[in-house]
């Protein structure tokens, strides 16, 4: 189930009688809570033992307000990408700690945040949380200040009751302080896209952020630290300054393009589809020469030549020929798209990213040509197979194009 945009709303319907809680933290805010998106009520619960369904879960409210405050820069700047520890930042169930939260997953899409859940039964619980699994986008302002209202509720009801002071009340308050500082904010920012508290870095890394900032072109930060790993964020930061330093990019210009209309609310995957189709119609090919560099966790750095009509893909060695090719159609994506003579392809969902994605999947395997192979027949295997991509392609174009 796909829902259109729609607002998010958290809500403590009352408080309750807490039967025996330890933990003042945990007594004091024990709650009726509510989650929402828009008609969908994602805190829809069986109860095996009652044999009835309610539309709330009880429990504090403490865990979730915390959660939330905690990963404040991570929900809002860390997008979907190869990670063993993301899903603590990203899905809700992280904040349970032994009490009923539904599996609620949230990564931000640029100015909005895509939220996917599906059913889920709680170990520890007589019941399980049954509304139909689906996702949907909404505006991260709405996000965001459905998360500030429960937050600061919770902050309330704690003082409200004596609790004046909480790991809750320090977090929280180091939040706001660094929105107001535009410094501070924007290494709040980068510490997010990168999994990290920025309340706990080291010292360590903060010179790793700090100098990776610096030795970078402006128009690679964003990506660079969307995909980066941050254990080796200074060492592959200096490899890809080097590679751009010995680039001749001074006859750059913005190649030209037969004109094609992106509307500003299509979706990434549209936007590559509708690129590749113009790419197609013009018949242009572009020669890429492809050098072996080891850029960690980045999949490629693509240099143009736009007087010459040449990319030059500096990439790790690749396993497939069909993981080769689809990593230069993502290039050539970006010198068609591209404000800059370099652009960075990697493994995060960043709507850039997405886009190259989807561009290179409808260049290599046409959503066109897929669908008339199903009709005579063929599985998807064979179809890839016969075009030279991989079978992850034929799927991708299956539940993008609807073939």
Request: with cysteine; hydrophobic share 35%; glycine share 4%.
């Given at each position: 189930m796909s829902t259109t945009p729609s607002n998010f709303r958290v809500t403590i319907e009352e408080w309750v009688n807490p039967q025996g809680a330890h933990c003042d933290l945990l007594r004091n805010t024990w709650a009726r809570i509510g989650i929402n998106i828009g008609d969908v009520c994602l805190t829809e619960f069986y109860d095996t033992e009652a044999k009835s369904v309610r539309k709330a879960t009880y429990g504090p409210a403490y865990p979730l307000?915390?959660?939330?405050?905690?990963?404040?820069?991570?929900?809002?700047?860390?997008?979907?990408?190869?990670?063993?520890?993301?899903?603590e930042r990203h899905n809700i169930k992280a904040a349970r700690e032994g009490f009923a939260l539904p599996d609620v997953t949230l990564y931000p899409q640029g100015d909005h945040i895509k939220a996917s859940w599906k059913p889920f039964a709680p170990k520890s619980m007589n019941g399980r949380f049954i509304t139909e699994a689906g996702n949907t986008t909404l505006p991260m302002r709405e996000?965001?200040?459905?998360?500030?209202?429960?937050?600061?509720?919770?902050?309330?009801?704690?003082?409200?009751?004596?609790?004046?002071?909480?790991?809750?009340?320090?977090?929280?308050?180091?939040?706001?302080?660094?929105?107001?500082?535009?410094?501070?904010?924007?290494?709040?920012?980068?510490?997010?896209?990168?999994?990290?508290?920025?309340?706990?870095?080291?010292?360590?890394?903060?010179?790793?952020?700090?100098?990776?900032?610096?030795?970078?072109?402006?128009?690679?930060r964003s990506?660079?630290?969307h995909a980066a790993q941050p254990n080796r964020l200074l060492e592959t930061a200096k490899k890809l300054a080097l590679i751009i330093q010995g680039i001749d990019n001074k006859t750059w210009h913005k190649p030209q393009l037969p004109e094609f209309t992106l509307s500003p609310n299509m979706p990434p995957w549209a936007s590559g589809y509708s690129i590749a189709q113009?790419?197609?119609?013009?018949?242009?090919?572009?020669?890429?020469?492809?050098?072996?560099?080891?850029?960690?966790?980045?999949?490629?750095?693509?240099?143009?030549?736009?007087?010459?009509?040449?990319?030059?893909?500096?990439?790790?060695?690749?396993?497939?020929?069909?993981?080769?090719?689809?990593?230069?159609?993502?290039?050539?994506?970006?010198?068609?798209?591209?404000?800059?003579?370099?652009?960075l392809l990697t493994q995060a969902k960043t709507p850039r990213q997405a886009t190259n994605r989807a561009f290179a999947a409808e260049l290599l395997a046409p959503a066109r040509t897929i669908r008339e192979k199903f009709e005579q027949g063929f599985t998807s295997e064979e179809i890839a197979d016969e075009l030279g991509v991989s079978i992850s392609t034929i799927q991708y174009q299956q539940e993008n194009q609807l073939v």
């Open positions: 307000a915390h959660w939330l405050a905690l990963h404040w820069w991570s929900l809002a700047n860390e997008v979907e990408r190869p990670s063993k520890t993301i899903l996000f965001k200040k459905a998360a500030r209202e429960f937050i600061e509720k919770t902050i309330r009801r704690l003082e409200d009751t004596n609790v004046k002071e909480s790991p809750l009340h320090s977090v929280w308050n180091e939040t706001l302080n660094s929105e107001k500082d535009p410094g501070e904010r924007d290494f709040c920012v980068i510490a997010g896209k990168l999994g990290l508290d920025p309340y706990e870095t080291q010292e360590w890394q903060v010179q790793q952020i700090t100098e990776s900032y610096e030795i970078l072109p402006e128009e690679l990506e660079f630290f113009t790419v197609k119609v013009s018949g242009e090919t572009v020669p890429i020469t492809l050098k072996t560099a080891d850029l960690g966790s980045l999949s490629g750095l693509a240099c143009f030549d736009t007087s010459n009509k040449g990319i030059t893909l500096f990439a790790p060695t690749t396993k497939t020929t069909a993981t080769q090719e689809f990593l230069k159609a993502r290039a050539t994506c970006e010198y068609y798209t591209q404000t800059a003579p370099f652009a």
